[in-house]
Nanobody, 119 residues
């Protein structure tokens, strides 16, 4: 199986920074893709940023230039550095991982971590 755990959420004032971390665990041969998604109150879950095994990143337009995704393939971990946070960034942030494991290609979601940005 594949498990994903996030950490690092919290409360911050507008303009501040937070760093989210995500760790994948299981019988992992390799991580294919890891990404961050978020769900704001009353809205659907949306993509924030993704990082694939080749190092290619993808960002939502709303976070470009403010958020940076990075990963450590050897440790099966990923981080999201969030700078210049805005109240509209308030959401539950979820880590998603797709990995090649002893059970084949699996995907898993973390339980989410709350990010609240006050104005």
């Amino acid at each position: 199986q594949l498990q994903v755990v996030e950490s690092g959420g919290g409360l911050v004032q507008a303009g501040g920074s937070l760093r989210l971390s995500c760790a994948a665990a299981g019988n992992i041969f390799s991580i294919n893709t890891m990404g961050w998604y978020r769900r704001a109150p009353g809205k659907q879950r949306e993509l924030v940023a993704t990082l694939n095994s080749g190092g290619t990143t993808k960002y939502a337009d709303s976070v470009k230039g403010r958020f940076t995704i990075s990963g450590d393939n050897a440790k099966n971990t990923m981080a999201l550095q969030m700078n210049s946070l805005r109240p509209e960034d308030t959401a539950v942030y979820y880590c998603n991982a797709e990995a090649t494991t002893g059970f084949g290609v699996l995907r898993a979601w973390g339980q989410g971590t709350q990010v609240t940005v006050s104005s």
